[in-house]
């Protein structure tokens, strides 16, 4: 895993959005993009209401797109529903550090003691933990922190890793060879984005 030397919180922008990034993955393969600055808001027909909004959205899912392997990329287009709501969150975590770290340093370390309970103190003790490491969280406002916070319960809620962003609780994420391989052939430290121990990820061989 490379971590981004600063915090981003363009994700604040557009959740998970799956729909636009299966529609964007799909665009990707059927142009032949091989070159995702190629890929313009022409190819992906997103819906809002105000241009500035699609424009933002596009940006941001174009650069999560950027995160996926050739592999990755074709699960997402062609995938069943659960496979890329797993590839989507994927491409969040891997785009956006500040997401992954906090999945990886919250949610995976608490369910490796079998506390599957996401708390409002998590967010805030993760916060805190980090402003340290990472002063950039202490340039945000409050009110773009709380969003930051609106938004990435969201997303863990749309993507199955939590049953929902009021009672937050952690649920089991059953991954397909094909997530496996796709995933493992990348990094397999990534797979802990999907609460797996470390004992089983050591263990996998293709």
Request: proline residues 3%; glycine residues 2%.
């Amino acid at each position: 895993m490379k971590d981004q030397p600063k915090y981003s919180l363009a994700f604040t922008a557009a959740s998970l959005r799956l729909n636009d990034m299966v529609m964007a993955a799909k665009a990707i393969k059927e142009h032949g993009i091989a070159d995702y600055r190629e890929l313009s808001e022409m190819h992906v027909d997103f819906k809002s209401d105000k241009a500035e909004t699609s424009r933002r959205s596009f940006r941001e899912i174009r650069n999560r797109l950027g995160q996926l392997t050739a592999d990755q990329l074709e699960i997402l287009a062609e995938g069943s529903l659960i496979q890329q709501k797993q590839i989507a969150f994927l491409a969040v975590c891997k785009h956006y550090s500040f997401i992954k770290d906090f999945v990886i340093e919250a949610l995976w370390d608490k369910t490796m003691v079998f506390n599957y309970q996401i708390n409002e103190s998590d967010f805030n003790s993760f916060i805190n933990r980090k402003i340290p490491l990472q002063p950039e969280l202490e340039t945000f406002s409050e009110s773009t922190i709380k969003k930051a916070k609106q938004v990435l319960f969201h997303i863990l809620e749309q993507a199955g890793i939590i049953n929902n962003a009021k009672d937050k609780m952690i649920q089991p994420q059953f991954l397909q060879p094909s997530i496996l391989k796709a995933v493992a052939e990348d990094d397999p430290m990534w797979l802990r984005i999907f609460m797996m121990p470390d004992q089983d990820i050591n263990q996998i061989k293709f």
